[in-house]
Structure formats: C-alpha cells, structure tokens
C-alpha cells in the first residue's frame, strides 16, 4: 500500500517480479494474485539514477592515533584558494552542512572536511581541490578529529508508484447451498457449498455459523 521502503513490502499474494525489456514488445503483463483486499493498492517500479554522493575518505581508528589523517595540501590545485592558503575555504564560522554546501557549490571542490571534538561545538571547515597531502593529526584533544568526504557519483535505486493507486475489493458471497444427500444433521460433520467471487485458492478464511430459525 505504499511505495516507500527498499524494496516496498507486497500485499500478502503480491511479490516483487523482474520486469526488464530489452527488446521488442515493448510492453509486459504482471499477473498478481492477491489475497486480501486493499483500499489503496499500487504498482511500484524500481529504477536507477545516478547522483553525486559524498562519501567518507579514509575514516581513521580512534584506537590508533597514526591513522588520524587531514588533508594539508602543498598547492591549491584550482584558480584561486583562500588567500595564504592552499584551502578554497577555510573558517570557523561554518558548521557540517554549511561546509559541505560550499563544496557543492564550488565546481573545484572536490573534498571538505570539518573537525569533531566530544562535548563541544567546533565549526572549523575547509574544502579543498585535492586531497594528495595528509598530515597527521597529533592534537585530537584540541583541534578535533578530522573527518573528511569526498565528491563522487554513484548509482542510486529508487522506487517509483506507477499510475494511481487501485481498490482492491474482499470475497463477495452470492450463493449459499447446504448439502442435500444427506441432510444435514446435528452433531455431525456436513458441508456447504459458498458461491462468489474473489476466493484466493490459499490462505482464505471463511466463518460459517449455523442458527436455529423459527418456522
């Protein structure tokens, strides 16, 4: 009932089937068999897209202080850097998302980095054009942990709702036909025929109560 989710929870009968065409006809026919009704049911469809991500570089281990790397580069790697420096931006008024918002919007910047010290708000930012040179970091305690992401695409999947969402209606029951041969009987096992529509062939529960009725 909702497209949300990766991949969507089916309906019960519903299931994810593959659906690719690669060659003429260019149209497919996906048979469902759904086994419970559903005010608001809908079709989904997964396709892939590619986006910018930014991903971590080179995260480093807490437990080994050699691995607490920053980017220092020796040049600015793009027509202009801050100036007295090789960082497109360097500054301390600029928090996590205020960084990485400046190096999208800088076609040069391909990395940004802000430092993480435990218990106190730190907004040191830079970006960069080029991350060739890391330098140890050797003063957690004071000038935080660097964490540094890098600018890359990669293929991202999605799903999408196809066409309006549907009713699906429950079993309807037309005809009720007690067996004939013998007669019903009390105490005994007997049978009765239900004739409707939208009987799942599993998983279909049907209460029957008999009552006394008056002549």
Not at 88 to 116: I, S
Not at 128 to 157: K, L, S
């Amino acid at each position: 009932e909702s497209c949300e989710g990766n991949p969507p929870v089916p309906l019960p009968g519903g299931t994810n089937q593959s659906g690719d065409c690669y060659f003429a006809p260019s149209a497919i026919t996906a048979e469902f068999t759904i086994s419970q009704p559903s005010a608001s049911a809908r079709v989904c469809s997964r396709g892939s897209t590619t986006q910018q991500l930014w991903v971590r570089h080179l995260p480093g281990d807490l437990n080994n202080p050699m691995t607490i790397k920053l980017c220092e580069p020796s040049y600015c790697g793009a027509p202009l850097c801050q100036a007295g420096s090789n960082y497109l931006f360097d500054g301390f008024a600029c928090d996590e998302v205020c960084c990485q918002a400046k190096c999208d919007n800088d076609k040069f910047c391909r990395y940004w980095q802000h430092f993480v010290i435990p218990g106190r708000v730190f907004r040191k930012c830079q970006t960069m054009a080029h991350c060739f040179d890391m330098t140890i970091q050797t003063d957690i305690a004071n000038r935080g942990e660097p964490r540094i992401y890098q600018r890359t695409v990669g293929v991202v999947h999605t799903w999408s709702q196809l066409g309006p969402a549907f009713r699906i209606k429950g079993p309807e029951i037309l005809a009720v036909t007690p067996q004939q041969h013998p007669y019903p009987r009390a105490g005994t096992f007997f049978a009765v025929n239900l004739q409707g529509l939208g009987f799942a062939l599993v998983g279909q529960q049907v209460s029957v109560k008999v009552m006394d009725k008056a002549r």
